[in-house]
C-alpha cells in the first residue's frame, strides 16, 4: 500500500514538473532564433567497407576511393554568405565495428597550437562532426579535431538553446583518429595544399544514446552533419597568429562551412543536419545504387517530436506526456 501510494506521488510529481517544464520550454521555444534558410538538409548513402581501414588520415585506401565525396562545404548560413575560400569535403564508410569519416580541408597555412584532449579546439582551425542517431534533437555527440591531431568528444544532453549540458567527459573509447598534412605545420613562409582527416569511431559507444540498432541496419537514417572553423591568421614574428579586430581588441570571428547549412551562425540546431542512410551493399562494388528514403525526410523543420528534461538529476524522457525511461546522471 506504502508502495502504491509512493508510486502514485512520484506519477503526480513528474506530470506536474512534466506541464511545468514543458510550459517553459514552449516559452522558450518563441525565444529561439530561427534557421532563416529553407529546410533542405544534405543526404548521403553511407557503404560498408568489407577491408579493414588503416586510421593515418591518408585516404589511399581503394575503398576510400569509391566511397563518394559530400558536395564541397558551404557556409553555415547558407546562400546567406558568400563562397568558403578553400575546399572542404568529406566522406564516410561503416562496417560491423566502425562509423568511418573522412575530410580533405584545402589550407595555405596549416596551423594548430592545442595538444589535450577535451580542450576547446575551434580556438584552432577544425575539422567537427555531429551526430543525432534518433534525429530528437537530444542527446547528440560532437567531435572536433585539429592538425595535430588533437580531439574534443563531448555529449550534449540537449542544445545549449535548452541548457545543455555538455558532457565533456564522455570519451570514445576505442576511437581512432589521423591526420596527413600536406605542406607543412606552423612553418609560415611556404605555401601548403591540404590536410587530411581519417576517423573511426566504433560503433559500441555510439550505441549508448542512439536509441536504434548501432551499427545500424540497411536503410537507416542518422542525422549527421560536418563543420570547419576557419580564423583569419598573420604572420607575427615568424609565427601564425590570429588577426585581431582593432576596434575590439579580439581575433575577427571565425568562418564556420559545414556540409549541410544552419541558416544561422550556430551548429546545435540538429534538425538542420544532413540525412546519412546506412546502405549494406559494399562500395564501389554497386550494380545498382542504393536508394535514399525521401519518406522519412520531413518537408520542413521538424518541431522536436520528443522532449527530455532533467530533474532531480534523472534525464525524463517524455513523447507527449508519456514517460519512456528515465536514468540517472
Ligand atoms: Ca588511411
Ligand atoms: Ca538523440
Ligand atoms: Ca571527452
Redesign the pocket.
Known amino acids: 500500500m506504502v508502495q502504491q501510494l509512493m508510486c502514485l506521488v512520484l506519477i503526480v510529481l513528474l506530470l506536474s514538473n512534466f506541464i511545468t517544464c514543458h510550459s517553459n520550454h514552449e516559452q522558450k521555444t518563441n525565444l529561439f532564433p530561427i534557421p532563416k534558410i529553407e529546410f533542405a538538409p544534405e543526404r548521403y548513402i553511407c557503404y560498408q567497407s568489407k577491408i579493414p581501414l588503416k586510421i593515418d588520415g591518408t585516404l589511399d585506401e581503394p575503398i576510400w576511393q569509391q566511397a563518394e565525396w559530400t558536395d564541397d562545404f558551404i557556409d553555415i548560413e547558407g546562400d546567406l554568405k558568400p563562397k568558403p575560400k578553400f575546399q572542404t569535403r568529406a566522406k564516410m564508410l561503416w562496417d560491423a565495428d566502425y562509423f568511418y569519416f573522412a575530410a580533405e580541408l584545402e589550407e595555405p597555412d596549416i596551423w594548430a597550437t592545442l595538444i589535450e584532449r577535451d580542450a576547446v579546439i575551434f580556438y584552432d582551425n577544425d575539422f567537427e562532426i555531429f551526430m543525432?542517431?534518433?534525429?530528437?534533437?537530444?542527446?547528440?555527440y560532437e567531435f572536433e579535431m585539429n592538425a595535430f591531431n588533437t580531439i574534443w568528444d563531448l555529449l550534449l544532453i540537449k542544445p545549449y538553446r535548452d541548457g545543455g549540458p555538455a558532457v565533456n567527459a564522455w570519451d570514445i573509447q576505442g576511437l581512432k583518429t589521423g591526420v596527413f598534412v600536406d605542406g607543412t605545420i606552423n612553418q609560415p613562409g611556404d605555401k601548403d595544399r591540404r590536410w587530411t582527416v581519417e576517423v573511426a569511431m566504433p560503433w559500441k559507444v555510439l550505441k549508448e544514446?542512439?536509441?536504434k540498432d548501432a551499427p545500424p541496419k540497411n536503410g537507416d537514417q542518422w542525422r549527421v552533419n560536418f563543420s570547419r572553423v576557419e580564423w583569419q591568421v598573420e604572420v607575427k614574428d615568424g609565427k601564425y597568429s590570429k588577426v585581431i579586430n582593432p576596434a575590439t581588441g579580439k581575433p575577427y570571428p571565425e568562418d564556420n562551412w559545414v556540409w549541410s547549412p544552419q541558416g544561422l551562425i550556430n551548429m546545435h540546431y540538429?534538425e538542420m543536419w544532413g540525412f546519412v542512410q546506412f546502405s549494406d551493399k559494399i562500395a564501389g562494388k554497386l550494380l545498382v545504387k542504393a536508394r535514399m528514403n525521401f519518406n522519412s525526410i520531413p518537408k520542413k523543420m521538424p518541431n522536436g517530436s520528443c522532449d527530455r528534461y532533467i530533474i532531480n538529476n534523472e534525464i525524463i524522457l517524455s513523447n507527449l506526456g508519456n514517460i519512456l525511461i528515465s536514468f540517472l546522471i
Open positions: 543525432d542517431p534518433d534525429g530528437d534533437t537530444h542527446e547528440y544514446c542512439a536509441y540538429p
